[in-house]
Structures are given as C-alpha cells and as structure tokens.
C-alpha cells in the first residue's frame, strides 16, 4: 500500500469524499487540491496494487500535524485499511503530534451516536487518545483525538488559523467556545 498525489485519482477522490463525507463537513475540493501544493499541506489517493482504496488529506505546521480527512471506500471497508493508512501517516509524521476530529462523542441524542461511538473505538484502538478538547468547525461540533495529549485547544487553532488565514478562520470557528 502506499500513498500517491490525489490529482493522479481526482475522479476517484471526488467520488469518494463526496460519499464519505456529510455535505456540511466538506471543504470545496478545489480548495483542498489548490492548499495541498503548498508544501506543507498534502492530499494523497492511498492504493494498494494500483487499486485506489481510499484518501488521507493533512495539515502539517511545524510539529503538529491535522489528519482533516481520511476515508477508505465501502467496499475496502472492514479490511484493515483505516488502521494502516493510520500507521502510514504516523511514518510519514514520525517527529510530530498527530491530530484528527470526530463528531462529538458526547452528543448522546444525535441519529449516528452508536457510529460515533465506534468511531472513537477505532481511533484508540489505532494508538489515539481523546485529549477533551471541543471544537466547531462551521457549525459541526467535533472533539479532537491525537497521538500525545500534550495537544491544547491553543494549539490547534494557532495551526488552524496558519492554514486558513484568518478572516476564513474567524468564519469557521466562529463558533468554538475557547477554553
């Protein structure tokens, strides 16, 4: 398995995270493809024997990194790929903080809560601990897991407001109650 530039798959890219991800969770791709020329930014297509299997998208400043999106195709699912592409990354980030949102687990009436649940079970299972930080992203209540708890709220957002700049930051978390 290995990673490769996602503009080589953009078709498959496209397809897949307009399917894995809820509209209100999603970044114009065109945006994603044009910050993941940058150097510090990168949008990958993960394949396994030239078969495209699914996506990873990361923010890295400095010392911390942001997996913003990862996802695996339905019919790839429930064969190892998430966990791997996790352990890839953390290769790839070997002398950094790795980061990643879920929806918030503590939203005990929303409609996928049991998903939410099993969600956060495969992130720990893959070596990611809840560091009990809440964030809302455009109006989606997320709580951050990562690879070290050393992570603050501060932390993150100070990288977060590096990659959007901050007009556009103030626009998406607007909304996050700072700790």
Do not use: W
């Not at 510090?40 to 495209?52: G, H, L, M, P, T």
């Not at 893959?126 to 709220?153: C, F, M, R, S």
């Not at 590096?162 to 109650?177: A, L, N």
């Amino acid at each position: 398995m290995k990673f490769v530039d996602a503009k080589r798959y953009k078709k498959q890219i496209k397809d897949l995270y307009r399917e894995a991800f809820p509209k209100d969770e999603q970044a114009p791709l065109s945006f994603l493809f044009f910050k993941s020329g940058n150097g510090r930014d990168s949008f990958y297509a993960v394949v396994d024997k030239e078969k495209f299997v699914g996506l990873v998208y990361t923010v890295r400043i400095e010392k911390l990194v942001y997996v913003f999106y990862l996802a695996v195709k339905a019919e790839e699912r429930g064969q190892g790929y998430g966990g791997k592409i996790l352990k890839m990354v953390r290769m790839l980030y070997s002398d950094c903080v790795i980061t990643l949102a879920i929806e918030d687990t503590d939203k005990t009436a929303a409609d996928n809560y049991q998903q939410r649940l099993e969600r956060l079970h495969f992130y720990e299972k893959n070596g990611y601990k809840q560091l009990h930080i809440k964030i809302n992203e455009a109006g989606v209540d997320y709580e951050l897991l990562g690879t070290e708890t050393t992570v603050t709220q501060a932390d993150f957002l100070a990288m977060m407001k590096k990659y959007f700049g901050s007009v556009m930051f103030r626009m998406i978390y607007k909304r996050t109650k700072i700790e």
